[in-house]
DNA sequence: TTTAATGTACATGTACAGTATACAAACGAG
DNA sequence: CTCGTTTGTATACTGTACATGTACATTAAA
């Protein structure tokens, strides 16, 4: 009997708020395929407790993801994953922004120790990964 | 007569704190090396002007970052750049945390729109910058 | 038709972000 | 030496966002 790896780790220490969080790891989810159209979330109260919050957080970041379109809502059947077409091309300001984000994320870990061979690393995986 | 790149910009819209952009962006300068030992960091109502922030908000950014050890406030002197010694090694978990919020931060720009080629682009130029 | 499982709505408490305003310290001009 | 100006500091106030508590609406199944 094996404990599979849980959907979703939040961090309720992070000063980031709950509800993100969720998001940003449920999205995750959606963008690299792990969730696929037609597939159901947990329905929010059980997600909840597995993550230490409230219910409605969860419903909070379920909005969310389907005012992104990502999800369709329904009571009694739950979150289900919708098809998505591709975004529109986004504006090139948008890349820059990225870029920066990236930069000031990499600094933050790097000053509280993580070793820049690691970083180099978890950069290159993660790009090799997105190429297929 | 140039208009040379401003010392940091944040982004109003962005649904992240000032302060906190403050301090990511200054955190970022510090650690590739922009800002050395013995710099003087603009006044904390210039630096406020130029973002279109009260004063007070540049005030709690730069207080943050003493209290990371990168900076020394004095009055009438200014926020002036500090030694700062290797930061210990971090906790293995760190790393894992860094390579989630990583992927959380890709899927959401690829979520916006930009291109993967780009992403991956913006990946291993920071990768490369970062092992000289 | 009833019941139970789900998402929704809204009110409330609390913490945080940003601001306004007054203050304290330190350096320079004279 | 004194005074004024430039700097960071302290504190109170306001609005908003986050998380929760509780009641409700909807819908599928028994």
Redo the contacts between chains.
Sequence with gaps: MSTQPPLL?I?LSAGIPAYRQIV??V??H???GALQPGDLLPPVRQLAMDLGVHFNTVADAYRVLAE?GWLDLKRRRGAMVLERG?????DPA??E????????????????????????R???T??TG??K
């Design positions: 780790q961090d940003d790891a999205r995750a959606l963008v690299n992104e591709a975004p529109p091309p986004a948008r890349g922004l990225f870029a920066r984000r990236l930069r000031e994320l990499v600094a933050e870990v790097q000053a509280a120790g993580v070793s820049a061979p690691q970083i180099i978890e950069l290159r993660l790009a997105l190429e």
